[in-house]
């Protein structure tokens, strides 16, 4: 018999996703849950820290196709 989706056993834990899902939920916190408060936040950091945006690389544009600007 199968197993009923209240005893299969819980997903293993990732500490990469456990982060992850730990900076987004302070992030939308930070912002009231506002997803336009949330963009506003991102314009922010990415007009503070330039250096750290950057552009899709040649390998992850779409075959025969550029990046879209």
């Known amino acids: 018999m199968s ?3 209240q005893e299969a056993a819980p997903p293993p834990l990732d500490p990469v996703v456990d982060r992850t899902r730990a900076a987004r939920e302070s992030l ?3 912002c009231d849950y506002d997803v ?5 936040l991102f314009r922010r950091m990415q007009a503070e820290h330039p250096q750290r945006v950057g552009r899709p690389s040649a390998a992850a544009r779409p075959a025969g196709g550029r990046a879209e600007e």
């Open 3 to 5: 197993e009923s989706p």
């Open 28 to 30: 939308a916190r930070r």
């Open 36 to 40: 336009d408060k949330m963009f506003e």
